[in-house]
Nanobody
Framework: VQLQASGGGLVQAGDSLRLSCAGS????????WAWFRQAPGKEREFVAA????????YYADSVKGRFTISRDNAKSTVYLQMNSLKPEDTAIYYC???????????????????WGQGTQVTVSS
C-alpha cells in the first residue's frame, strides 16, 4: 500500500486549501482513512477521519466546521478541504489508512497501518 499526499502550500489566514491523498495497492475498501498533522515541536495530532464503508466522518474540535474530509471510491483518494485557515493550522499533514480502526481508536495514530509522506501547510497571519 502506498499513499501519496499533495496539495499543501503557503497561504494567508482565511484562505482555503484542498489536500489529496491517493492510494495505490491494497488500500482497501474498508476501515478508516484519516489526516493527522504535526506542527514543529508538537506531537502528531488527529485532524479528521472518514469511514470508508459508511462515509461517516469525524473531526477534531479544532477543525470542526472549517475542514471537510471526503473520499472518492473510484480514485481511491481522500480529500481534506480546509477553509478559514488559521496560523495555528500550520503543520505537516499526513494521510493514513487503517483496517483495524474502530470508533474508540480512530484518533490514535499508532492504530493506523500505512502513512503517506506528508505535505506542508503554512498559514501566514
Amino acid at each position: 500500500v502506498q499513499l501519496q499526499a499533495s496539495g499543501g502550500g503557503l497561504v494567508q489566514a482565511g484562505d482555503s486549501l484542498r489536500l489529496s491523498c491517493a492510494g495505490s495497492g491494497r488500500t482497501a475498501s474498508s476501515g478508516f482513512w484519516a489526516w493527522f498533522r504535526q506542527a514543529p515541536g508538537k506531537e502528531r495530532e488527529f485532524v479528521a477521519a472518514v469511514r470508508w464503508s459508511s462515509r461517516h466522518t469525524y473531526y477534531a474540535d479544532s477543525v470542526k466546521g472549517r475542514f471537510t474530509i471526503s473520499r472518492d471510491n473510484a480514485k481511491s483518494t481522500v480529500y481534506l478541504q480546509m477553509n478559514s485557515l488559521k496560523p495555528e493550522d500550520t503543520a505537516i499533514y499526513y494521510c493514513t489508512v487503517g483496517s483495524r480502526i474502530i470508533l474508540s481508536t480512530y484518533q490514535i495514530d499508532r492504530m493506523y497501518d500505512y502513512w503517506g509522506q506528508g505535505t506542508q501547510v503554512t498559514v501566514s497571519s
